[in-house]
């Protein structure tokens, strides 16, 4: 995927995460949100982080043919800044 095509996944996840702190579901998001500011992180690896969660959970749902599961998702989130597939936080966005 191309800088173009990179930026508007990350828009378009962005704007999934401020839906969910926004309507409190899952609560868990605006937790881990406010957890990872109180860290040290600004607000865009902040929302990097979290994309990066919703990405992985996409992800795996595409890929294991399998529907939303919250339980899963909020793993993810309570999980970060590490990322499922290492010990150290990067960009997947």
């Given at each position: 995927?191309?800088?173009i095509?990179?930026?508007?996944?990350?828009?378009?996840?962005?704007?999934?995460?401020e839906?969910?702190?926004?309507?409190g579901?899952?609560?868990?998001t605006?937790?881990?949100?406010?957890?990872?500011r109180?860290?040290?992180?600004?607000?865009?690896?902040?929302?990097?982080?979290?994309?990066c969660?919703?990405?992985?959970?996409?992800?795996?749902?595409?890929?294991?043919?399998?529907?939303?599961?919250?339980a899963?998702?909020?793993?993810?989130?309570m999980?970060?800044?590490?990322?499922?597939?290492?010990?150290?936080?990067?960009?997947c966005t």
């Amino acid at each position: 995927m191309d800088e173009i095509g990179r930026k508007h996944v990350r828009e378009e996840l962005f704007k999934v995460i401020e839906y969910q702190m926004r309507k409190g579901r899952p609560k868990e998001t605006k937790q881990t949100f406010d957890r990872l500011r109180a860290a040290g992180y600004s607000r865009k690896e902040t929302m990097r982080l979290l994309a990066c969660a919703l990405l992985v959970e996409l992800h795996e749902m595409v890929r294991d043919k399998r529907t939303y599961d919250e339980a899963i998702y909020v793993k993810k989130l309570m999980g970060l800044p590490k990322m499922p597939w290492s010990d150290e936080p990067e960009d997947c966005t």
